[in-house]
């Protein structure tokens, strides 16, 4: 049973920076997508950012440049390094693995992300 748990989140004035990390449990095979989404209240989730098992990644135009995703192998873990944040950034972010090998989705339970004006 694949596990993710986030931390990291917080409360953050505007211009300030956030980690949030994902620590992943359980087995999940190399060929594996990374990712971070965001859902803001009254919106619809959207991915903000993905790592490939190749090192390869992505990101939604309204953070790039801002934001940059990286894993840990060793520590099983994911993180978002969220920098020059804005209030529009306010939403409860959530870390995915898409295990390719298994075609199974995994979540993990969010966590708030506050930035003030």
């Known amino acids: 049973q694949v596990q993710l748990v986030e931390s990291g989140g917080g409360l953050v004035q505007a211009g300030g920076s956030l980690r949030l990390s994902c620590a992943a449990s359980?087995?999940?095979?190399?060929?594996?997508?990374l990712g971070w989404s965001r859902q803001a209240p009254g919106k619809q989730r959207e991915t903000v950012a993905t790592?490939?098992?190749?090192?390869?990644?992505n990101y939604a135009d309204s953070v790039k440049g801002r934001f940059t995703i990286s894993r840990d192998n060793a520590q099983n873990t994911v993180y978002l390094q969220m920098n020059s944040l804005k209030p529009e950034d306010t939403a409860i972010y959530y870390c995915?693995?898409?295990?390719?090998?298994?075609?199974?989705?995994?979540w993990g339970q969010g966590t708030q992300v506050t930035v003030s004006s």
């Open positions: 995915n693995v898409q295990d390719l090998n298994k075609r199974i989705n995994y």
């Open positions: 359980g087995s999940i095979s190399s060929n594996n997508l």
């Open positions: 790592l490939t098992s190749g090192a390869r990644t």
